[in-house]
């Protein structure tokens, strides 16, 4: 068995190791090497778009910030012939009087975000990845077994070309939310089950999108449709989970159907289903984001509701945080830099999981007494500045202590 380090001229320096591949883990292997930092990334999926699970066909609504920050790593530009810019979005609930518009021109911007498929994401990750000169990638590859050393951790490593252990100063969990890492690590997680699955497939609008993005409340969870190239539309659809295989089963018409019925007639028509995919959704937040020389990122650290479409962006934030913080250290895996990344990041965090919990539970309740209260607070979002501004300076990314990469275009 072979032990590894990686360095780039001077005397060996131990890489820092990113267990998963993924979104968040390529993003944060980028970044790493960006910033000078030697880094080893390990995935158990080949390095094909068509290979790895995160690379699907979900429809990806970025935030203004997220694709700063993106651009500021080289992967935009792999990327934006793909993707389509978000204008406005309007806020409705069924039944109910009150609504929110958000719209670019109003905030002084080009577009309040970007829509763009995970699999063209993760073709422009991966096209990125290749130009990377200090980063190691292991795959198809799989952590075994973590060991605790003095100053980091050695992991256990099984490769197509046999066991390989690799000390590294830093370890980092963006396994998903299954996380291999988090469980090695001790770190225990609080999970809530939304009772829902989620359906996303593209539809063919009647009227042009025009750069529109829509979500819908209803009792039995949110709709939205996102607007993409070519006059398409992303759809979701939330289903409580007990009817979700009844909704699988539907043919094309009846699925459009309903989905019709749930979403309305604000683009006319809507026609030409692709194939459709269900999602159980859950909630997963790890108790801690750190251990010793040990960062948990992404889903790994938190698995939102996908309402408000703010898991890829808070995760991003993570991966952007850290590698800021750990190119200010000699030592990645300082206990100090670690408190500092955990501080920095709880404000974003925290608020972002409250606001995805709070609009699930309170705009989706069945309850008739709330229906005004409702109505009045999307009224006060909508028409008090200050609420707008503060609800649309979110909505781009912009929340706590961001990430420096993304305020480059701080509008």
């Known amino acids: 068995m072979m032990t590894s380090s990686l360095s780039a001229g001077g005397p060996p320096r131990q890489p820092v190791m990113i267990i998963g591949g993924g979104l968040v883990g390529a993003s944060l292997a980028i970044a790493l090497d960006a910033a000078g930092i030697d880094a080893v990334m390990v995935e158990a999926a080949p390095p094909r778009v068509g290979d790895q699970p995160s690379y699907d066909e979900r429809n990806l609504a970025l935030a203004r910030a997220t694709v700063n920050g993106l651009d ?32 670019a021109r ?21 096209r990125r ?6 980063l190691r990638r292991l795959a198809p590859a799989r952590l075994t077994r973590l060991e605790p050393l ?12 046999g066991p390989l252990s690799i000390d590294t100063p830093l370890l980092v969990g963006a396994d998903g939310t299954t996380s291999f890492v988090r469980e090695q690590l ?16 593209t539809v063919t609008p009647e ?17 939205a449709v996102l607007p993409l190239a070519g006059r398409r539309c992303g759809l979701v659809l939330t289903v409580p989970r007990e009817e979700a295989d009844a909704v699988a089963a539907l043919d094309d018409a009846a699925f459009i159907t309903m989905a019709q019925e749930r979403f309305g007639w604000r683009l006319g028509r809507l026609s030409r289903p692709g194939k459709r995919h269900p999602y159980p959704i859950q909630r997963v937040a790890a108790e801690a984001l750190v251990a010793a020389r040990a960062v948990l990122v992404g889903n790994a650290a938190q698995t939102i509701h996908p309402i408000g479409a703010q898991g890829f962006n808070l ?50 309740l069945p309850q008739p007494l709330l229906a005004p209260l409702r109505s009045l607070a999307m ?16 909505g781009m990314g912009f929340r706590g202590e961001p990430p420096r990469a993304v305020l480059e275009r701080l509008p």
């Open 207 to 223: 009227r042009d999108h025009a750069g529109r993005a829509y979500e819908r409340f209803a009792d039995s969870g949110p709709v």
């Open 315 to 364: 995760g991003l934030r993570d991966a952007l945080t850290l590698a800021e913080l750990a190119a200010e250290t000699a030592d990645p895996g300082d206990e100090a830099m670690l408190a500092r990344y955990a501080e920095r990041r709880a404000a974003d965090r925290e608020g972002t999981m409250a606001m995805s919990h709070g609009l699930i539970q309170l705009a989706c």
């Open 72 to 103: 500021a790593i080289g992967v935009w530009k792999h990327a934006a012939a793909q993707a389509t810019p978000i204008r406005h979005i309007h806020v409705t609930r069924a039944g109910e009087f009150g609504s929110v518009q958000l719209d």
């Open 129 to 134: 990845l290749d130009e990377c000169t200090r």
């Open 106 to 126: 109003r905030h002084g911007v080009d577009a309040l975000g970007w829509t763009l498929p995970a699999r063209e994401l993760g073709a422009a990750l991966l």
């Open 150 to 161: 003095a100053a980091g951790w050695r992991a256990h490593v099984e490769t197509v070309d």
């Open 186 to 201: 001790g770190i225990a997680n609080e999970r809530y089950d939304y009772g829902q699955t989620l359906f996303v497939c």
């Open 379 to 394: 009224l006060a979002f909508d028409r008090v500045p200050p609420l707008q501004r503060l609800l649309a300076r979110r």
